[in-house]
Each structure stands twice: as C-alpha cells, then as structure tokens.
C-alpha cells in the first residue's frame, strides 16, 4: 500500500496552493480520503475529507477558502485539496489519509502518506 503527497511548498498570504494525494496497492474505492494537519507543538487535525460518494466536510477555519475533490481510478484513488486565500495559520503539514474497508474482505483499513510542508509567510 501506497499513499503518497505532493504539492507542499512556500507561499505568501493570500496565495493558493494544491495538495494531491494519490492511494494505491489496496482495495479502497469505497474508502473515505481526507486531507489532516498539524502544526509544531499541536495535535494533527481533520482538515477536510470525501466519501467515495463524494460527500465532503471541512474544518471551520478552512471552509470557503479549501476545497476537496477525489478521481477514482481502477487502482488507484486521487484526492486533491484546493487552498486558496491562504493565512499563516493554515501553516503545517499536512497529511493525506484513507480510511474504510475492503468492499470484498470487509477487513477494515487506515492509511497515512508521509505528509507535505505548507508554509505560509506573511
């Protein structure tokens, strides 16, 4: 099993940045993807997440400004997380996680990527 980030970086407040996630290697088409941070010295928070059926939630502090999309592919499922209007609160790292169980065993799953630094400056 793979899930693996990509898009982090440096970016000036107001700026937009966008996260991709991509998770293969299991069974996951009827698994939950979300995207979570966490900043030094905190704990790691729900950031924003998508159901395979495309049903979305976000943290209050991001709604209107983030938005999560997924693409199921055959092997491999793809979440992204648009951020725009970023505020140097939102700095962290952030992880992608996917979450549910297997529509064949039933066998229960959660995966983490490594996660991907966003930093913004003000």
């Known amino acids: 099993v793979q899930v693996v980030e990509s898009g982090g970086g440096l970016v000036q407040a107001g700026g937009s940045l966008r996260l991709s996630c991509a998770a293969s290697?299991?069974?996951?088409?009827?698994?939950?993807m979300g995207w979570y941070r966490q900043a030094p010295g905190n704990q790691r928070d729900l950031v924003a997440t998508?159901?395979?059926?495309?049903?979305?939630?976000?943290a209050v502090s991001v709604k209107g400004r983030f938005t999560i999309s997924r693409d199921d592919a055959r092997t491999t499922m793809y979440t992204y997380l648009q951020m725009n209007n970023l505020k140097p609160a939102d700095t962290a790292v952030y992880y992608c996680?996917?979450?549910?169980?297997?529509?064949?065993?039933?066998?229960?799953?959660?995966?983490w990527g490594q996660g991907t630094q966003v930093t913004v400056s003000s």
């Open positions: 998508i159901t395979s059926g495309g049903a979305t939630e976000y």
């Open positions: 290697g299991g069974e996951f088409s009827t698994g939950t």
């Open positions: 996680n996917i979450e549910g169980s297997s529509p064949r065993t039933a066998q229960e799953y959660d995966y």
